[in-house]
């Protein structure tokens, strides 16, 4: 019944005015979802890594590299720096993990710093990583705010071969005089554009000047502003570049508009929606996050199982939340644009923007959390 592009109509105030997008951007259907398998010519067993590391490549069920890691690991294994244009999801962080563990097991004197934008998407590095350094004795770090710095100070002294963290907090720690940057031959900027985007172009640059002028450096973006190149040209020497483009997400969406005005109240018809039986994992955005903290309670008051992340939960209540919904002890997620940042979860079968994004960019990364690899999604957005 969402179908219908003239949309839903129902009565709601929102609290504040925000500059309004043509509503016409929030309706299109879905392309026909038709997405090439990429086939590689190698297998990992093809690629020099320790014995160790190939036995957990296996258990973690890899046996053959996508495209940007077929393409990327020889040139890391060859100590190239690495300019990757890839999207979430095409498998870049096991791209730069696998070659740099097996850099870091040759050598225990090497370090690894990977700055990613949120924390979420390092609790999802950090993740990865641990299952390829099992049993290897390698020892990582997990830097992000909202989580205890004195525990983090412990362990940075005992030199972690990987650091893991988010701009401000390892700001915080090199500012302590906690984080050397200058121990650090190995570097990842991951998701540069989402830094440049939340407003951590200052600290990216600061890090670079911090590095040793000696050192391996890979730039992962999914596009390439000229605030991005002028951060390029600072940290990369004669780099390769791997592009690896994927059918953009939001046209494997189903997208349409539910309209404010009618005789049913906001919250009864994103309750009457949510009953539906294909609305089985639906990630929920508002602008707010006394909105959105709200609109959890009346969900779970009404019944449903929902969890929230924003920016006045804790670390680990985000981090529980998160896990909840990727367990499916819980089918439906709400988030503010920030707290949303870096979220990467399988089979979100729709996305409801209760509150209309501020931008045409919000929309479109609020809307790529569903129609992934290669499956369609569906995305409903209330307006006024």
């Not at 003239?6 to 929030?26: A, C, S, T």
């Not at 205890?148 to 990987?162: A, G, I, N, T």
Request: proline share 3%; charged share 25%; net charge positive.
């Amino acid at each position: 019944m969402y179908k219908n592009n003239h949309g839903y109509r129902l009565r709601g105030n929102q609290r504040r005015p925000i500059k309004k997008l043509d509503v016409n951007l929030f309706i299109k259907r879905a392309s026909n979802v038709n997405v090439e398998t990429y086939n590689s010519v190698k297998a990992f067993s093809d690629f020099p890594f320790a014995d160790k590391l190939q036995r957990n490549i296996i258990e973690h069920g890899y046996s053959q590299p996508t495209q940007i890691q077929e393409k990327t690991i020889p040139h890391l294994l060859d100590g190239r720096d690495v300019i990757g244009i890839s999207n979430t999801g095409t498998g870049k962080t096991a791209a730069f993990l696998i070659p740099l563990v097996h850099k870091v097991f040759l050598d225990r004197n090497e370090r690894v710093l990977i700055v990613t934008p949120t924390r979420e998407l390092a609790m999802q590095v950090a993740d990865e990583l641990r299952v390829f350094i099992k049993g290897m004795d390698l020892d990582i770090v997990l830097c992000i705010g909202g989580a205890d710095m004195e525990r983090q100070k412990k362990k940075l002294y005992h030199s972690p071969h990987f650091v893991i963290g988010t701009p401000g907090r390892l700001r915080d720690l090199i500012e302590r005089k906690k984080l050397n940057l200058q121990l650090f031959r190995n570097i990842i900027l991951d998701e540069v554009d989402r830094m440049v985007d939340i407003g951590f172009i200052r600290e990216v640059k600061y890090f670079i000047s911090l590095l040793p002028k000696k050192r391996q450096s890979l730039f992962f973006s999914a596009t390439v502003s000229d605030k991005i190149k002028e951060i390029l040209h600072s940290f990369v020497t004669n780099p390769v570049t791997i592009s690896v483009k994927q059918q953009n997400a939001s046209e494997n969406v189903d997208q349409n508009i539910v309209r404010v005005n009618g005789n049913i109240s906001k919250i009864d018809t994103l309750h009457n929606l949510l009953t539906n039986k294909e609305f089985n994992k639906v990630l929920i955005f508002g602008r707010t996050k006394w909105g959105i903290e709200k609109l959890t309670r009346d969900l779970l008051t009404r019944g449903f199982r929902a969890a929230a992340i924003h920016g006045n939960k804790t670390q680990g209540q985000r981090q529980r939340a998160l896990q909840q919904f990727k367990n499916n002890d819980v089918s439906i997620l709400l988030a503010t644009d920030v707290a949303s940042r870096g979220l990467d979860i399988e089979n979100v079968t729709h996305v409801i923007n209760y509150d209309a994004p501020e931008s045409y960019d919000d929309y479109i990364h609020r809307i790529g959390r569903t129609g992934r690899a290669g499956k369609q999604g569906v995305a409903l957005t209330f307006v006024e």
